[in-house]
């Protein structure tokens, strides 16, 4: 399994950002899906999860409201729209399996907030 990230980059504090996982080798729509982030210094973070079912979501405290994950079997990706982005969202994104496979980490997406 290997995950691929994209759609990060900079924004000022209030913007928005929509990060897209894809999957090399494999089909997303199996698997229930997290999006995580490191920031630096710190060990990864749950953001959110999609299940596989029925669809049901979930997320952290501290995006609740502001990040919505979605996804789109047709094109096999996981989406996080982060909206209302805050410095403390700094860090890199990744997505993995819910729970993650320690042998599936990508690169991940670099995520800046700042002025």
């Known amino acids: 399994l290997q995950f691929v990230e994209s759609g990060g980059g900079l924004v000022q504090p209030g913007g928005s950002l929509r990060l897209s996982c894809t999957a090399s080798g494999f089909t997303l729509d199996t698997y229930a899906v997290g999006w995580f982030r490191q920031a630096p210094g710190r060990e990864h973070e749950g953001v959110s999860c999609?299940?596989?079912?029925?669809?049901?979501?979930h997320y952290a405290d501290s995006v609740k409201g502001r990040f919505t994950i979605s996804r789109d079997n047709a094109k096999d990706t996981v989406y996080l729209q982060m909206n209302s982005l805050k410095p403390e969202d700094t860090a890199v994104y990744y997505c993995n399996t819910n729970p993650p496979k320690i042998d599936a980490w990508g690169q991940g997406t670099q995520v800046t907030v700042s002025s």
């Open positions: 999609i299940s596989t079912s029925d669809g049901s979501t």
